[in-house]
């Protein structure tokens, strides 16, 4: 099968297409470039041809003979979409959507979107399924929300949308993010041998590890088509729910001698437990390899052989919105976060 990926130079997009190819896949990747910076150690021993190109300037030729498209492009994480909330709009649902058309018209069967769980927000009493109300508390949840509602029309006999709820991604990646909250607690503990929480830590959070995401995703592809066609799958593990007390737990058990300690209620109120028995019944083949610990244990691993430095940790290259700040105000993005055009030398 022939897969265009888009954000293959970001934190899942690197972990995807080398087990994309390894399964025997063509891979085409798309990256616009906005982390090349972030590259935190040497993890994968293949890489597709990328196109280095923006999500919004891909046209209907660019999908030329592509089986399928796996989207993963996009502006990603909450402050982000807080920093730029017209762009992340324009960015997230917009081009999405539009991309979800191209592919259409290009004649692509397979189209899979990396939808979130954040798309729930504050949900309380029993778990949430994929049919239960969605409640988004950010533009960046809020897009996704409006790309499933936007997409989810296009389905016909020969395109198939199929949208993957991802619960919140951790561990390693060579594009590694520490803006996500377990590789976060992870660096801090590495960095001060302190985790100290600013609140009691009871909300909870559903979590999955980034090599679980691209299992969900290569299952997708592999799938019958009418186990997929226009389904919305939550992608994790029903036990690992967690609130975030226990994922500092996991966190400080790891990276032994690190204290820790939490302050009071209040912060983000963000704060849903996620049901994952449909992915888990109905996708053939699929299950969690990772838990809230092994990931710790991994980024443990890492950090000890790359020597993790405070500079590395909270410098702009893992951080999304560090990252971008740091575009915008040195003038290489315009305020529609497309590349500026690049400064000439002069005779």
């Not at 390693?172 to 001060?192: C, E, K, M």
Request: charged content about 20%; aromatic content about 8%; some cysteine.
């Amino acid at each position: 099968m022939k897969v265009l990926v888009t954000g293959t130079e970001g934190y899942l997009g690197c972990l995807l297409a080398p087990e994309l190819m390894r399964d025997g896949h063509e891979v085409i990747g798309v990256d616009t470039g906005y982390y090349k910076y972030g590259w935190l150690y040497r993890g994968t021993d293949r890489a597709p041809l990328t196109l280095d190109k923006d999500l919004r300037h891909l046209t209907v030729d660019d999908l030329e003979g592509v089986d399928a498209v796996v989207h993963m492009a996009e502006l990603s994480n909450d402050p982000l979409g807080a920093l730029a909330p017209d762009v992340t709009y324009k960015v997230n649902h917009v081009g999405s959507v539009r991309l979800a058309n191209l592919a259409r018209q290009a004649g692509v069967s397979r189209f899979v979107y990396m939808s979130s769980c954040s798309v729930y927000g504050v949900a309380t009493g029993t778990d949430v399924t994929e049919t239960s109300p969605v409640n988004p508390q950010t533009p960046y949840a809020e897009c996704k929300v409006y790309v499933e509602r936007d997409v989810t029309p296009l389905a016909d006999d020969t395109f198939s949308p199929t949208f993957l709820r991802n619960a919140t991604a951790y561990g390693a990646s060579p594009r590694q993010r520490f803006d996500i909250v377990l590789n976060n607690l992870a660096g801090v503990a590495w960095t001060t041998g302190e985790i100290a929480m600013t609140s009691d830590g009871t909300p909870w959070r559903p979590l999955v590890h980034g090599l679980d995401i691209a299992k969900a995703i290569r299952l997708v592809l592999a799938a019958p088509r009418d186990v997929i066609h226009n389904q919305i799958f939550n992608v994790g593990d029903s036990e690992q729910n967690y609130q975030v007390k226990e994922i500092a737990d996991a966190v400080a058990s790891v990276f032994t001698g690190c204290r820790l300690s939490f302050g009071d209620n209040g912060g983000d109120n963000r704060s849903y437990r996620v049901s994952f028995d449909k992915i888990a019944t109905t996708l053939p083949g699929f299950s969690c390899d990772w838990n809230a610990l092994r990931g710790a244990q991994q980024l443990h691993e890492v950090f000890t052989r790359i020597q993790l430095d405070t500079e590395t940790f909270t410098g702009r290259g893992h951080t999304r919105l560090k990252q971008l700040q740091y575009l915008i105000g040195s003038g290489q993005l315009d305020a529609d976060l497309f590349w500026a055009a690049p400064a000439t030398a002069t005779p």
